[in-house]
């Protein structure tokens, strides 16, 4: 694997009902080019919540998120032209 840093997720949160439920809570990682990345846990632990904010189908309440070195959680930039370099598989039952 390379060095190459593709995705960097900083101290992202996403809380709901004002503070109250605090779904992510000062996630960082780097996710560097050619690596495949897994999220698993129970229920309700923000898995999905984490997946979505990447690509901003959920607005984070704080953090930020950098895409090929472009900050993505920058209101000014046109996030559905990042959108189409991004990959993402959801999976419902």
């Given at each position: 694997?390379?060095?190459?840093?593709?995705?960097?997720?900083?101290?992202?949160?996403?809380?709901?009902?004002?503070?109250?439920?605090?779904?992510?809570?000062?996630?960082?990682?780097?996710?560097?080019?050619?690596?495949?990345?897994?999220?698993?846990?129970?229920?309700?632990?923000?898995?999905?919540?984490?997946?979505?904010?990447?690509?901003?189908?959920e607005e984070?309440?704080?953090?930020?998120?950098?895409?090929e070195g472009?900050?993505?959680?920058?209101?000014?930039?046109?996030?559905?032209?990042?959108?189409?370099?991004?990959?993402?598989?959801?999976?419902h039952f």
């Open positions: 694997m390379t060095n190459d840093k593709i995705i960097q997720v900083k101290d992202l949160k996403k809380y709901y009902k004002k503070g109250v439920i605090k779904a992510l809570d000062g996630v960082s990682v780097d996710i560097n080019r050619g690596d495949v990345m897994v999220v698993i846990g129970p229920s309700g632990s923000g898995k999905s919540t984490l997946l979505r904010s990447l690509n901003l189908l984070p309440t704080a953090g930020s998120i950098i895409f472009v900050d993505i959680t920058n209101k000014k930039i046109d996030i559905n032209k990042h959108r189409q370099k991004m990959g993402m598989v959801f999976q």
